[in-house]
């Protein structure tokens, strides 16, 4: 191996971050501070794609691919969730996600 | 000794990224907790790098750290009242959170210690940029456009949220 850094350590850095994200995805009572943290999981997700594309497949570039599409979702989510929170808001003048329940029965 | 240097590296946007993720996850104050989040981009970037992904790592920096990070600062200031201080509060549900994010990260590298990664034991392209055009434009040409029209009716749909056309069509 080329770098003497093998697989598990990338796994275990993104298993971290992705951990960190969940944390803050369940805790968090600003909606906008949730939206962060699924950022933080998705950037923890691409760690592990190019991770791997460059131990398993180092020629084939398809994990590094998938990063691309991820990240490009990533964008379109987070301005589509935006705005969906800037909706919200202007009708209720709150971005608490405990107040968001009047969808219920 | 590239060994050394790359392990010294990795072990810095290590610490880095999972310090600034706290951070982001932590701090009370909203807007604070968005500008770490562009520092654990950044260090997810080098990450990138480490991993001769050197386009993803641009495209990290320039869609994370900077479109991302300041469309997410243009909501915040959009829809939060006059004081900042206390603007990210913590439900009660980070007592259940805890044990259950403990839990996944154990189970996880329980699995990481346990597996035989099987590398490939070839070296990487010292061209990693260009390779991946004839990929993006040959093999995964239908994704690509898909990821383009889908790009295009999210932010028209984002748009129409936040002109809120009324139900009778008037949009003053």
């Known amino acids: 191996m080329a770098t003497g850094l093998n697989p598990s350590y990338f796994v275990a850095l993104s298993a971290a971050l992705f951990c960190i994200g969940l944390y803050g995805a369940i805790s968090r009572k600003n909606a906008i501070a949730v939206l962060v943290s699924i950022e933080l999981m998705l950037t923890a997700v691409n760690i592990n794609l190019v991770a791997f594309n460059k131990f398993l497949t180092p020629e084939a570039f398809i994990g590094q691919i998938f990063a691309i599409f991820v990240i490009t979702v990533a964008a379109a989510e987070v301005g589509l969730g935006l705005a969906i929170v800037i909706a919200i808001y202007r009708n209720r003048k709150s971005v608490d996600l405990d107040d968001f329940d009047w969808m219920k029965w | 000794m590239e060994n050394i240097y790359s392990y010294i590296a990795f072990v810095l946007l290590s610490g880095m990224i999972l310090g600034s993720a706290l951070l982001v996850v932590t701090l009370k104050n909203l807007v604070h907790s968005v500008l770490w989040l562009i520092v654990a981009f950044i260090g997810v970037a080098g990450i990138f790098l480490l991993l001769n992904a050197d386009f993803v790592a641009a495209v990290q920096v320039l869609v994370y750290a900077g479109a991302v990070c300041i469309m997410i600062v243009f909501g915040v200031m959009l829809v939060q009242r006059i004081d900042m201080a206390n603007s990210n509060p913590v439900n009660r549900r980070f007592k259940?959170?805890?044990?259950?994010?403990?839990?996944?990260?154990?189970?996880?590298?329980?699995?990481?210690?346990?597996?035989?990664?099987?590398?490939?034991?070839?070296?990487?392209?010292?061209?990693?940029?260009?390779?991946?055009?004839?990929?993006?434009?040959?093999?995964?040409?239908?994704?690509?456009?898909?990821?383009?029209?889908?790009?295009?009716?999210?932010?028209?749909?984002?748009?129409?949220?936040?002109?809120?056309?009324?139900?009778?069509?008037?949009?003053?």
């Open chain 2, 96 to 172: 259940i959170a805890a044990p259950v994010v403990g839990g996944l990260f154990i189970v996880i590298g329980l699995l990481t210690a346990r597996a035989q990664w099987v590398a490939a034991g070839k070296e990487v392209p010292t061209q990693t940029v260009q390779n991946l055009a004839p990929i993006l434009l040959q093999d995964f040409v239908i994704p690509f456009e898909v990821a383009a029209i889908l790009l295009t009716v999210a932010l028209t749909g984002a748009l129409v949220l936040v002109k809120e056309v009324k139900s009778n069509g008037d949009r003053s």
